[in-house]
């Protein structure tokens, strides 16, 4: 089982970037995905959730707005677009799976993900 971020790097105040999850080892459209962020000193907190049918995904107030997640079942990954970023959002992000399919209101746990990628550094430069 793997999951690979990929698309982080240093962009300025508000630019975009899109992050990229791709899913290996598991049977990808059965798994919710959800993505966390964490920023030096600060807990990991919760960004996004998008079920395995692509229905409308949950965010956090925070990205509300900004941040948009998609998947590709097909290529068996999943993106997360970030608009109008800010120096707030400079954190390392993470995918994570959850086998249940569904996003919940309990879904900003990371206790209910199975699977985690590595993450990938995201940098907004004020």
């Known amino acids: 089982v793997q999951l690979v971020e990929s698309g982080g790097g240093l962009v300025q105040h508000g630019g975009s970037l899109r992050l990229s999850c791709a899913a290996s080892g598991f049977t990808f459209d059965d798994y919710a995905i959800g993505w966390f962020r964490q920023a030096p000193g600060k807990e990991r907190e919760w960004v996004a959730c998008i079920s395995s049918r692509n229905v409308v995904p949950l965010y956090d107030a925070s990205v509300k707005g900004r941040f948009f997640a998609t998947r590709d079942t097909g290529k068996n990954t999943v993106y997360l677009r970030m608009n109008t970023l800010k120096a707030e959002d400079t954190a390392v992000y993470y995918c994570?799976?959850?086998?249940?399919?569904?996003?919940?209101?309990?879904?900003?746990?990371?206790?209910?993900?199975?699977?985690w990628g590595q993450g990938t550094q995201v940098t907004v430069s004020s």
């Open positions: 994570a799976a959850d086998d249940r399919g569904s996003c919940f209101a309990e879904s900003w746990r990371g206790s209910n993900y199975e699977h």
